[in-house]
């Protein structure tokens, strides 16, 4: 019988205990008390044996709420992950024939719940400066079918984040064609001067939050939505949670978020240190270069183009070699992931010395070599 292909992450949460977790912009750096804290007085009070407030404990609407600045004017929702909130908002909004304008790399998942209803999404190449998009490509891109605009800031996997200017340039140009614009903002609290879309395009934005990354607590799948009522009322007919989602969750979040000012400039901070250190690493190594730096977010792609190495094999040897758990590129996009593998590093510093020796090594292991010259005669 022919072997099974290598399952990566079946391997990785196997050895979760001496694994290097770099592969997923989880967060790795909030105080564990905060949140263990908080978790255990509910689960002493058995608060998992009844059905939560289906909307959502009131305390974390506030929280959120005064996170992304909310009015009266906006609803939030509350979803099982940001990725709920996602899949919920495209069944909605979208139907056969829609298009909408995206870009190649980018969280592809968004890309699949897209289809899923008949729509499609239209991939701007973005591998190349600025690493992003831009209003003059976002606007000639719409054409007849175009319903929506996915702005991810900063972006996955690239870490690019989009200045002000912009993100009010294309909310503008949503507001005037009267076009949807999801604004997914999980890394925002990574970036310096993160600008939220809908500032400039209230009517029009549907802003997808988590607490996944900020807060690290992406083992909890909690996130959800915000925007105009009647957008998210029409989108939450598609809520499967009909009786709420994970108390414990919800418990963590309001901790987390209610201390988030305490911490989060020193998760900001180290994280910072370690993509520098990372960088120094990178820069040493033929071949290998970092597309963006620095990143806005908690990640940003190593380009290997110039080692000759396929990112799922560096992965591997990573993995297996190292305990250093890195993701390939082809997950991220269909176009350039054979390029480049991604690293996330909101880490404590000892993971990022593990990559220091894993990374350089690893490639020297699975650099093609060139014939050997062959001997005068
Ligand atoms: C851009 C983006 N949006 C949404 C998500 C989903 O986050 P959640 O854990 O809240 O479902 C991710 C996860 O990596 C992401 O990268």
């Not at 008390?33 to 506030?62: C, D």
């Not at 140009?173 to 925002?188: C, G």
């Not at 305490?262 to 690493?281: C, F, P």
Request: some cysteine; hydrophobic content about 40%; charged content about 20%.
């Amino acid at each position: 019988m022919p072997e099974p292909p290598f399952d990566a992450f079946r391997y990785a949460h196997e050895h979760r205990a001496e694994v290097v977790w770099m592969s997923q912009n989880t967060n790795h750096l909030v105080p564990p008390e905060i949140v263990t804290s908080a978790v255990e007085e509910a689960l002493r009070e058995h608060r998992y044996e009844g059905y939560p407030f289906a909307a959502g404990l009131p305390e974390l609407h506030e929280l959120v709420r005064a996170d992304l600045g909310l009015g009266d004017e906006s609803r939030l929702q509350v979803s099982a992950g940001g990725t709920e909130a996602l899949y919920m908002l495209t069944r909605a909004l979208l139907g056969p024939g829609d298009e909408v304008i995206a870009s190649d790399p980018s969280y592809l998942i968004i890309h699949k719940f897209v289809e899923l209803g008949g729509a499609r999404t239209q991939n701007l190449d973005i591998y190349a400066p600025p690493y992003r998009l831009t209003p003059d490509r976002v606007q000639a891109a719409i054409g007849p079918r175009t319903k929506m605009i996915l702005l991810i800031d900063p972006l996955n996997p690239l870490g690019s984040g989009y200045p002000e200017s912009e993100v009010r340039a294309i909310a503008e140009i949503a507001h005037d064609k009267k076009l949807l614009l999801l604004n997914d903002v999980t890394y925002r609290d990574f970036a310096d001067h993160p600008t939220l879309a809908r500032k400039y395009a209230p009517e029009q934005t549907l802003t997808v939050w988590s607490v996944s990354k900020n807060c690290g607590l992406a083992g909890l799948r909690l996130g959800g939505l915000a925007g105009p009522a009647e957008l998210v009322q029409n989108v939450a007919r598609y809520n499967t949670n009909d009786l709420g989602v994970n108390i414990l969750a919800q418990v963590a979040a309001v901790a987390a978020l209610r201390s988030k000012p305490r911490w989060i400039a020193k998760v900001r901070e180290t994280t910072r240190a370690n993509q520098a250190a990372i960088r120094s690493v990178v820069e040493r190594v033929d071949g290998a270069t970092l597309p963006v730096f620095p990143s806005q977010a908690n990640m940003f792609a190593i380009d290997l183009t110039g080692t000759s190495i396929a990112p799922e094999v560096l992965q591997k040897e990573l993995l297996l070699g190292h305990g250093v758990f890195l993701r390939a590129g082809n997950y991220l996009s269909p176009k350039f992931g054979a390029r480049f593998i991604r690293a996330s590093f909101s880490n404590p510093p000892r993971d990022i010395e593990r990559f220091a020796a894993a990374f350089p090594a690893a490639v020297e292991r699975l650099r093609p070599r060139a014939p050997a010259a062959r001997a005068a005669t």
